[in-house]
T-cell receptor, first 116, second 117 residues
Framework: AQKVTQAQTEISVVEKEDVTLDCVYETRDTTYYLFWYKQPPSGELVFLIRRNSFDEQNEISGRYSWNFQKSTSSFNFTITASQVVDSAVYFCALSEAVQGAQKLVFGQGTRLTINP | GAGVSQTPSNKVTEKGKYVELRCDPISGHTALYWYRQSLGQGPEFLIYFQGTGAADDSGLPNDRFFAVRPEGSVSTLKIQRTERGDSAVYLC???????????????FGPGTRLTVL
């Protein structure tokens, strides 16, 4: 069965610090997708990134970067120079990459608080 | 363009009552998903539709839960004989699976917060 573990329940840092959110996954599939979503206090899940299991290149988007390590089954998310607006719950998720639509398996989430 | 919308945003009901939750997906998205999110937890899959048919309903907790998507667009999640344990945020997502490419990014609505007293 697929499983996603986000061991950090809550993280609190001061603005401008860098912060890394950990995600470890389990799957027996050789082809799968990994995702990160942000859930601000408003409650709506906001898509951040999708990564194919065959693409282990790290990705950077502005202050956000993602480190995919297939050898350790991890897909960690780093926010550089954090801002108060980054405060939210962040979810890592996994889906099988079978043709067409697939359900997501989510981790428990990490509540990130950025203090001014 | 418009995102996924869900109505109502909040629903308070009494134990034993019947409720319907509505989801309006992004226009043109053929796949639609329902998830349930309990307090402090990640969303858990309930059911997904490809077009009008339920392609996977393995996440529905019991036969009190049912969902329909009669015209392949709007979907309704129906809960009979509600119980206090059904209290949660019910999230809907839609996607446009790309045939032959194995891509599927789900876009979520704001959710319906259901409270069963």
């Amino acid at each position: 069965a697929q499983k996603v573990t986000q061991a950090q329940t809550e993280i609190s840092v001061v603005e401008k610090e860098d912060v890394t959110l950990d995600c470890v996954y389990e799957t027996r599939d050789t082809t799968y997708y990994l995702f990160w979503y942000k859930q601000p206090p408003s409650g709506e899940l906001v898509f951040l990134i999708r990564r194919n299991s065959f693409d282990e290149q790290n990705e950077i988007s502005g202050r956000y970067s993602w480190n995919f390590q297939k050898s350790t089954s991890s897909f960690n998310f780093t926010i550089t120079a954090s801002q108060v607006v980054d405060s939210a719950v962040y979810f890592c998720a996994l889906s099988e990459a079978v043709q067409g639509a697939q359900k997501l398996v989510f981790g428990q989430g990490t509540r990130l608080t950025i203090n001014p | 363009g418009a995102g996924v919308s869900q109505t109502p945003s909040n629903k308070v009901t009494e134990k034993g009552k019947y409720v319907e939750l509505r989801c309006d997906p992004i226009s043109g998205h053929t796949a639609l998903y329902w998830y349930r999110q309990s307090l402090g937890q990640g969303p858990e899959f309930l059911i997904y539709f490809q077009g009008t048919g339920a392609a996977d309903d393995s996440g529905l907790p019991n036969d009190r839960f049912f969902a329909v998507r009669p015209e392949g667009s709007v979907s309704t999640l129906k809960i009979q004989r509600t119980e206090r344990g059904d209290s949660a945020v019910y999230l809907c997502a839609s996607s446009s699976p790309q045939s032959g490419t194995n891509t599927d990014t789900q876009y979520f609505g704001p959710g319906t917060r259901l409270t069963v007293l």
